[in-house]
């Protein structure tokens, strides 16, 4: 079966610093990997997702992931925090054949000014 | 603009109380989901429809039940909510089934059990 891994709970950067949130993932069979993001009392939104094709996906509010077979990971990315970036990240796959999106238990992103 | 819309967004129940929570969207997607989310968690599925066809996740508490009277409105019963089932409940659609299809998410209701 496959499953999401997110290291650690929190995150916290300063404004304008490098995000890098972690991914990684375990899948038997190619995967299908996305980032949601959830604002504080809202849903999840989708950030970006990989399905096949280029490893590098750019998403939504200038964040990118790569996706990397021989790391089994998928790593979040944005070259400068905003403010408005302070949110829970989710990253999530789904295995070929499955219909069924797992999430991993997300990060939550504090942006300091 | 199309959406997936949650009412309420705050629910206040009773201990044993029987509670629905309500979902519709106006994306015209084929399949919607119910989520449970508690705090600090990843979002569990519950359960999905696919046009009318039901699918339970085998983890899923006989507890919870949903019904699907048209496209746009889901709803989910809880019949005899414990403490345990305070969380968040997000409901999500899709256009498609499929890996590949993008899950459209509503802001939630949350529930508080007393």
């Known amino acids: 079966a496959q499953s999401v891994t997110q290291l650690g709970s929190h995150v916290s950067v300063s404004e304008g610093a490098l995000v890098l949130l972690r991914c990684n993932y375990s899948s038997s069979v190619p995967p299908y990997l996305f980032w949601y993001v959830q604002y504080p009392n809202q849903g999840l939104q989708l950030l970006l997702k990989y399905t096949t094709g280029a490893t590098l996906v750019k998403g939504i509010n200038g964040f990118e992931a790569e996706f990397k077979k021989s790391e089994t990971s998928f790593h979040l990315t944005k070259p400068s925090a905003h403010m408005s970036d302070a949110a829970e990240y989710f990253c999530a796959v789904v295995s070929g054949g499955s219909e069924k999106l797992v999430f991993g238990k997300g990060m939550k992103l504090t942006v300091n000014p | 603009d199309a959406m997936v819309i949650q009412n309420p967004r705050y629910q206040v129940t009773q201990f044993g109380k029987p509670v629905t929570l309500s979902c519709s969207q106006t994306?015209?997607?084929?399949?919607m989901y119910w989520y449970q989310q508690k705090s600090s968690q990843a979002p569990k599925l519950l359960f999905h429809?696919?046009?009318?066809?039901?699918?339970n996740e085998a983890d899923t508490p006989d507890n919870f039940q949903s019904r699907r009277p048209n496209t746009s409105f889901c709803f989910l019963d809880i019949r005899s909510p414990g403490l345990g089932d305070a969380a968040m409940y997000l409901c999500?659609?899709?256009?498609?089934?499929?890996?590949?299809?993008?899950?459209?998410f509503g802001p939630g209701t949350r529930l508080l059990v007393l």
């Open positions: 999500a659609t899709s256009r498609d089934a499929g890996g590949v299809e993008t899950q459209y």
């Open positions: 994306l015209n997607h084929n399949v």
């Open positions: 429809y696919y046009d009318k066809d039901f699918n």
